[in-house]
């Protein structure tokens, strides 16, 4: 049978195992007041011997300093968002700051919840993903916040202290004129989720607009009921294969995609670059390169999540930090598209 919960280990607890007042016991665990090294060491070893845990929410609700920082991402899952997340915990963690995570799964309605539950928390700083549809209820907490709020992924946004990402519509006119240097004409795009992800819908329709420019309709495979993994992504190339099957080159939504899509490519015996170019976006592929080296866009995800805390510590400061800072991106040519 399992033993059941333990009491938690109260002030009082440890005050009694240390023979010292609750007061003493509150003041060594929060390091304020004159305390001798002597008593303060019997205090910490009997918080210890005890499994003693201090109540860090209510001690920064009581003194207005939290060392919290709240984040909401739209999925866990997504190497994206892990890599940016780990260049904010390298610069907060330095300064004290502890992160906690809410996913969001770009629904507007979660969204709202999470950001009126960690606001609760009153946390010393926000950090939402850019790209979504946000409710009346999310914009209202937001503007009664009081605490900086940071937009990540994305570098315009209105109702932020900072914002940094890529220029989504940039990204979009990267991979159309690429295709266009190299002489291709029957080209088509495979995404999901583009009612969700506003980003990535803007990528999708400057692509679009830069290729129309240059007298070249796109051939769109887009399911929104399809998650941006690469099982989708080798689903939706066998579809566009069949039904399109001149087309000359792909831009997938992300390089997750894309590789599932080569996936197919290669199993159909269709030839990369030969017959079919491919482009990704966001560089997640380029660490786990073997054979294949993806054509992509790459953004340089820890870097976005370094600038985004460092631009909440100067506002925590009170230090004037600039509203914005666009990630420089860039095509990498790998071997799934012809060289110029």
Known sequence: MPSPPRKAVTLLDVAARASVSRMTVSKVMRNVGSISEKTSLKVREAARDLGYLPNTLAGSLSSRKSK??????????????????????????????HTFLGESNFDPAIEAELIKAMLSFRPAGLLLNGGMARSDEALRLLDNRTCPAIQLWDFK????????????????????????????????????????????????QSFVATLREHGIETT?????????QAASG????????????????????????ALGGLSHLHEASVMVPERVSVVGFNGTSLTNTVRTRLTTVEVPRRALGEAAAKALLDIMQGEKAPQSWQTPISIIQGNTTAST
């Open 68 to 97: 919290l920082v709240a984040i909401v991402i739209p999925s866990m899952s997504d190497v994206v968002f892990s890599e940016v997340l780990s260049g904010v915990n390298a610069i907060l963690r330095l300064h004290g700051f």
């Open 157 to 204: 946004g209105d109702i932020f202290d900072y914002s940094a990402g890529p220029s989504h519509e940039a990204a979009g006119r990267l991979v159309a004129e690429h295709f266009i240097s190299r002489g291709l004409s029957r080209i088509a795009y495979i995404g999901a989720e583009l009612d969700r992800d506003l980003c990535a819908r803007r990528r999708y």
């Open 234 to 257: 080798r689903q939706l190339t066998e579809r566009l294969m069949i039904d399109h099957p001149q087309v000359q080159a792909i831009h997938f939504l992300n390089d997750a995609m």
């Open 220 to 228: 769109a495979i887009i399911d929104e009921n399809l998650p941006r």
